[in-house]
């Protein structure tokens, strides 16, 4: 079975579905496509193919004073 593109409408919802708007959210995929749909959403997105990659990009994000991780 294919496997069906995110794309931008669905990235709008899950946002409200948070209670957020997409420029507040951060979306993580291994797929490009995904990646592009969320960007055009106005998400921040994070196309990463290996583990360490993901780690390496998500790092700076997760221990920025002020950010979410932050407020804990």
Known sequence: MPQLAYDAVL???DAE????QADRCLFVDDTADNVVAARAAGMT???YR???DLRRALSPRLNTPGSQADRS
């Not at 579905?17 to 957020?20: D, F």
């Open 11 to 13: 990235c709008d919802i």
């Open 17 to 20: 579905r948070l209670g957020t």
């Open 45 to 47: 997105a994070l196309h």
């Open 50 to 52: 290996r583990l360490d």
